[in-house]
């Protein structure tokens, strides 16, 4: 239970993890995949009802599932508010009307008379759903709306010759709260620094271990650089939550991309 990072070649999946572990105690969760909680899920939980394991793999980019809107309604015109009062009064003389009419039936036919008015409004109801209604009387619940997301065109900016694009990432260990409340974690984390290619370093003349200052549109700060074959060319990668100075002062978030000139300090 202490183990914080998987050796290679043991990982598995986190339901793989449940299931052992409800096998160790003694359980059995029943599922042989993630498909078989996928549809333990859409049995449980209307939102994801009608949703199959099919359509997830059909759709890459996700689902997003809902309830059906209803059909739009006509707002009365200012000029008809006299009609709708007319309406409204001609619907209960006619109420009136159907209650004398009524006071002279038997309370057997009073009561089917009910029972064929609450069936007729249950119906009603379930069609200004959108839905059938069901055997007792209420709207049978429609199915959610399935709506497919495309993927936006999206083309980026061409990098200039002097300038490098900004990657920022995230490492395992970090300046976050619940790391750094942990002693035997908060020492583990790197601090910040950059990474690029060495064929960018070369062009640019900046050497790899000692420090560089990046700078923006938006402001520039000053760290150490490294050389890594990792990086492709053309970039620069920074770590984000290592403490500062933080890449967050050189991000402008109204732009698609952040370039980036980078210059030898020491």
């Known amino acids: ?15 793989m993890i449940a299931a052992e572990l409800a096998f160790r105690l003694g359980a059995d969760l029943g599922v042989a995949g993630p498909e078989d909680l996928w549809k333990e899920l859409a049995a449980l939980s209307p939102a994801h009802a009608g949703i199959g394991w099919d359509d997830l793999a059909a759709e ?17 015109a200012d000029g008809d508010l006299t009609v709708e009062g007319d309406h409204a009064a001609a619907h209960d003389e006619a109420a009136e009307a159907q209650v004398a009419e009524g006071a002279a039936d038997t309370p ?20 200004e759903a959108g839905g ?5 009387g209420t709207a049978a619940p429609t199915m959610p709306a399935r709506i497919s997301l495309d993927a936006a065109a999206y083309e980026a900016p061409a990098v200039d010759a002097y300038s490098l694009r900004l990657v920022t990432y995230r490492k395992l260990y970090d300046q976050g709260t619940q790391v750094q409340a942990a002693p035997s974690l908060a020492g583990l984390a790197a601090g910040p620094g950059v990474a690029a290619n060495p064929a960018d370093l070369s ?16 402001g520039s700060l000053t760290v150490e650089v490294a050389a890594s074959d990792a990086v492709p060319a053309g970039t620069i990668a920074m770590a984000l939550g290592q403490g ?23």
């Open 1 to 15: 239970m202490r183990q914080k990072v998987t050796a290679a070649g043991t990982a598995r999946p986190d339901w």
């Open 60 to 76: 890459a980019d996700g689902l997003l599932a809902g309830r059906a809107e209803p059909a739009p309604v006509d707002e009365p």
């Open 108 to 127: 057997e036919e009073q009561e089917a008379a009910a029972a064929e008015g609450a069936a007729a409004s249950a119906e009603q109801a379930a069609t």
């Open 132 to 136: 059938p209604a069901e055997p007792d």
């Open 203 to 218: 062009r640019l003349g900046v050497g790899a271990g000692g420090r560089v200052k990046l700078s923006s549109a938006r």
């Open 244 to 266: 500062d100075p933080s890449p967050a002062v050189l991000i402008d978030a109204t732009a698609p991309v952040t370039e980036v000139r980078v210059e030898t300090v020491s």
